[in-house]
Structure formats: C-alpha cells, structure tokens
C-alpha cells in the first residue's frame, strides 16, 4: 500500500514522476512530490493516480514522491504526500498505530496540522527532534513509531541528501548509471544493471550526493552487497494487450510450462515436506483460494491433514499449531502484512515455515525457513490471475510429491498435460463474451460449485466483485437451499463450475433448483453432459482435466468472465477502485 520514491541526480522531477507510474499498482488514491532545491521545497499534489502531476517547471536534482492508498483520511489534495513540517518534507508507506499519542503532543507545544493523515506526525517530530544531525533525528523519531512505516526524508538544513528508514515496509536503494534512487519495490528501479541494496527492518540509510550509507537499528554502519536488477523481469509491458490482467491470464499456458515441478531444488524443502505431519496454509485473498483448493490435494491425493487458515484471522485465534507442522504462507507478493505476521506467529509456535511466493527477494521470504517460488513472474494488474494459477499448481504439485512418497499414485502425468489443457481453455474460454451481457446491471452474482470446484467458484466470485464492483458471492452448492436459495430471482446470474463426474448430480441438482426459481445458469464444466442440459443461459466445456488439480484451469474462464464485465462497465480492471496490489497493511 503506497508507493515511495526518492532520486538524488540530475533533473529529478521527471524521473520520480516516471517511477512512480511504476509504482502505482500500490495504489493510486493520490500523487506527490517535493523537490528540495537551495534550501526551499516546492511541492505538487493531486487526487488520483500520478498521469497529470504537474512537474514541468520543477527544477531540482533532489526530491521524493508518493502515490497512496489511503489508510487515514480520505483521498484528497491536502491528505496526500509529501508532508511538509518545518525543515522536512516525508513520504511514507505504512500505518503510524500510535500516531494520536504522538499528535497529541505535537498539538501541546501549538503546532497546526494540515492533514487528517498518521504520516503528518512523522514530520513534526522530526522538526521537534532535529539537532543537526539527520539521521540522529530520524532514529530519534522512529524509536518512538509504533506501526509500519518505510520512510523517505528531505530536510531542508541538508542539501543533496535523503534519509531513509524502514520498519515493516519494503524500501530498497539503487544505485543507476546516472543518480541514487530509493523505492518501495523494485519495478520502480528497474534500469539494466542497477545495483539493488534492499533495507532490513530496523535499518536506515543516508543517500547523499552519490554515496549511500547503511545503518542498524543501533546506528552503527552496514555493509550491503548489492544485486543486480534483472531488468527484462522488472519492466514487464502489455504486449499488445489492452490491460495487463488480460496479457497475464494469457500467460498462464507458458507459467504452467515453466513451473519447475523439482521441490527437491527448494534446499532442503521436499525433506521438511516429507517429515511433516501436518499442513497449515495460510494466506489472503486469491491467495487463501489457491490454499483451499489445494486442501483437497493434501487431503484426498496424499491422505495429508491440512488446514487452510485467512492469514489476518490466524494471527488473533490463538492457533494450536500441531507438532510437525509445515505451514506453508502463500502469498503472490510476500509482502501481505497478515500473511508475514500468520507466519511469524507460526514459527514461534514450533511450525517449520515455507513461503510459497511470486516475489523471492521478499518480506516473507526471508523470514520462512524454505523458499518455493511458484515462478509466475511479475504480476502487475491488482487482481491476481496468473500467480493463482502458479500457486495451485506448486501447491498441488507438492501434493502429489507426497502421494508419490506414500505411494499412493503418481500424478506426474496429470501435472505435465495441464499447460496444454490451459492454452485450451484460454480458447473456450473466451466463450463467456457472450454472457456479458447478462451481468451488466445484475443486482447479485452467485458462483457454486462442490469440493475442489467450490474453491474455484470462490476465487471466480472475488475476480468478478473485485473488478465489475458487481456484488458476488461463491457458495458450496449444497449450501444454497440453506439460506442463500432466497436471494435467487429472475435472471439472477448463477455461475456453476463443475469439474468432478462424481459430484455432478449433485452439482446439477443445485443447478436445476435455481434455474426452477428463474436464475440465468452459467456453467463451466468438463462434462459434455451437463453442458448440454436445456435451459442453461451458457456453458464453456473445459478440456478433461480430472478434478484433482482442475482449478488451475477452470479458474480461466472466470477470469475472462470478470474481465470482458468489468470492461463492460466501463471500468479499469488492471486498477479497481479502493484495492492495491501488495495490502502491507493489517
Ligand atoms: C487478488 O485478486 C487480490 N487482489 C487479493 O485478494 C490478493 O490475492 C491478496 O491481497 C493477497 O495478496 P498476496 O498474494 O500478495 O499476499
């Protein structure tokens, strides 16, 4: 949630602007910058995302810039960044959790705050705090912090320089062929060759001319060896799509293909997996969809308890973590702030943590003992389409690995054919155009499917609301006439996805009783049968994928259903309103 970037070099204005247009899938509520140029800031914001900023006159080789999310106080003009106090001009990306106390104080000694923000606080206790030395102040300042902040700080005292802390947040320095740049997640820095020095929490960093120096929690300097910037993976384009959602669904086939299914290549992971006793998931949002349908995997393939837990719930349930537990976090970004805290508190109860994760360089992974990439490479439309595809496959796949083990069955056949039944799908999929039409003004959608398909229906469900803003639910079908059967109306949109021949009776027998109360049925089936049924308003037929890993690609067509709607409705599906793409927040 929230972009930061801060440059020292040459004509900074338009270089912070174009970084964070790259920065804005963390959210685009509103935009600033402030560049600071002998001794005086100038300072430009608006509402919404960064695209009109105007920055034409700013002169300056020193500055930061923001895009928000907004946490506290709405999106407008003064609420955004930077926050100017005294000497200082912040950027911040996090949650200040004491800020009121703080305030509080700061109204005591008189002084005026022109924000409702948390973030505001930070400045004027840097102004209270400064004695001549910056990075003093800032250590000073953020000892006293409760929350999640990374921090990018100009003081008008200090030319040519930004201090930087982090707590919580990712913020990572570059050093480029021309210019020091800080920033909240790499795509931001992507230029060939730069180097990367990522902060650890509790770290600081002064750039000043073109040096950077590292501290600790304790002040005391740091040596960092850099990375290389992969740019080709860091500056992915649309390809000649409209939307990135839409390039990354059609990335699927080639994200299958590429998956490595070798676990044994996770040092020493494929032995903590064998060892285990017990599998925790857990996880949010798409990503706690790819952990319930991978539920069935462990359980029905490999006979393995597995328990799937929302990451932001696991954290206050004061869980019982089993002896020889693997949880395993599974998060797109490895940034989501209640996954990273769910794993922790896993960990400190006993659990050997992997995190399954899109983003290795990430939060979550470095604190999880094993890393397994589900390699979907960068994701960069808020809704998550292709990394939830990657995560059920590496999930399934370790399934499969431990029913081999067992020996049980082998599935590694099964695994190798699905790129080809995803390219497939893609084809059949783009079938659900037809059906847009019948969604457009619908009051409530309804998703419903049985076991494995019942986590799809869910994920087709959260695809669907997220991007159409259409009201939506995914429901087991055999809860339907427990309650929800009383929602069904005329031409209510009914999704049913149906992969498993055993359950199909069952499942269309939720079919034909809200078909019977006038629901318009949407079906999306391997089974010929079921497809044919009279009466559907639309069916996509899948290729046979079993039911075992079909999540994977019956998710597709629901994916392009909520696309091709959303784009109907004369929305942005690569930036839906209130959302960001990492939540680094609780
Ligand atoms: C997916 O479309 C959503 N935007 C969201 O639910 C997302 O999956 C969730 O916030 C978890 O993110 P993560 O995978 O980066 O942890």
């Known amino acids: 949630m929230c972009g930061i970037v801060g440059y020292l070099g040459k004509n900074a204005a338009p270089r912070i602007y174009a970084a964070l247009k790259k ?3 963390r959210g685009y509520d509103s935009a600033g910058i ?3 140029s002998d001794g005086k800031f100038t300072v430009r914001k608006k509402v919404g995302p960064v695209a009109g900023l105007k920055i034409a006159d700013l002169a300056g080789n020193c500055g930061v810039g923001h895009t928000r999310w907004a946490t506290h106080g709405a999106p407008t003009e003064q609420n955004a960044h930077p926050h100017v106090y005294g000497r200082f001009a912040v950027v911040h990306n996090g949650i200040i959790e004491n800020y009121r106390t703080l305030k509080e104080e700061c109204l005591a000694r008189g002084e005026v705050f022109s924000s409702e923000t948390d973030s505001e606080v930070i400045a004027h206790m840097l102004e209270h705090s400064y004695r001549g030395d910056l990075l003093e102040a800032v250590r000073a300042v953020t000892a006293r912090l409760v929350g999640s902040y990374a921090l990018a700080i100009l003081c008008s005292d200090c030319p040519e320089t930004v201090a930087l802390a982090r707590e919580k947040s990712p913020l990572i320095v570059g050093r480029g062929h021309v210019g020091l740049w800080c920033a909240s997640d790499v795509p931001a820095l992507a230029e060939k060759g730069m180097q990367l020095y990522p902060l650890g929490d509790g770290e600081f960093a002064v750039l000043h001319g073109d040096e950077a120096a590292f501290y600790d929690r304790d002040g005391a300097p740091l040596e960092k060896k850099p990375t290389l910037c992969d740019a080709a993976r860091d500056t ?6 409209l939307h990135f959602m839409r390039k990354e669904i059609a990335e699927i086939p080639s994200v299958l293909r590429r998956r490595p299914h070798a676990l044994t290549a996770c040092g020493g992971f494929y032995e903590a997996l064998c060892a285990a006793e017990h599998i925790g998931i857990t996880a949010c949002g798409t990503a706690y969809h790819a952990g319930l349908a991978a539920k069935y995997a462990f359980e029905r393939l490999a006979r393995m308890p597995c328990e799937v837990s929302f ?4 954290r206050y349930y004061e869980p019982i973590v089993p002896e020889k537990t693997l949880m395993l976090a599974v998060s797109q970004s490895g940034e989501t702030a209640d996954t990273i805290a769910a794993a922790r508190l896993a960990k400190e109860r006993g659990a ?9 360089k990430s939060t979550l992974a470095a604190l999880a003992d094993f890393v397994v990439p589900v390699g979907a490479g960068r994701e960069i439309a808020v809704a998550a389409t292709k990394s939830y595809a990657a995560q059920v496959l590496t999930l399934d796949s370790m399934a ?6 067992r020996g049980l069955r082998g599935y590694g056949d099964l695994l190798k054919e699905l790129p080809d039944l995803a ?3 893609l084809s059949v999929g783009e079938g659900v155009r037809a059906w847009v039409a019948h969604f457009l003004s619908a009051r409530s959608v309804y998703f419903i499917g049985r076991g494995v398909d019942y986590a799809a229906a869910l994920e087709g469900s959260l695809k669907l609301k997220e991007i159409s803003y259409l009201p939506s639910e995914g429901y087991p079908a055999s809860e339907l006439k427990h309650g929800t059967l009383a929602l069904i109306e005329a031409h209510t949109p009914v999704v049913a996805v149906l992969t498993s021949e055993a359950l199909a009776e069952k499942t269309m027998n939720a079919v034909h009783e809200v078909t019977a109360r006038g629901a318009s049925v949407f079906l999306v089936t391997t089974v010929r049968a079921c497809a044919e049924t009279p009466g559907l308003a639309g069916a996509v037929l899948l290729p046979q994928c079993g039911d075992v890993f079909s999540p ?13 709607v959303s784009l109907a409705r004369g929305n942005d599906p690569d930036r839906p309103r209130n959302l960001a793409k990492s939540v680094t927040v609780e």
């Open 423 to 425: 390219e497939e799908t």
């Open 23 to 25: 920065l804005e899938y």
């Open 311 to 314: 990451a932001g719930e696991y």
């Open 400 to 405: 499969a690995s431990l029913a081999e083990r």
């Open 236 to 241: 992915p384009e649309k390809g000649g799509f």
């Open 34 to 36: 402030a560049l600071l």
């Open 352 to 360: 050997v943590v992997a995190a399954v994760v899109n983003e290795e």
């Open 552 to 564: 994977a690609i019956s998710v597709i067509p629901l994916q392009l259903l909520a696309y091709y």
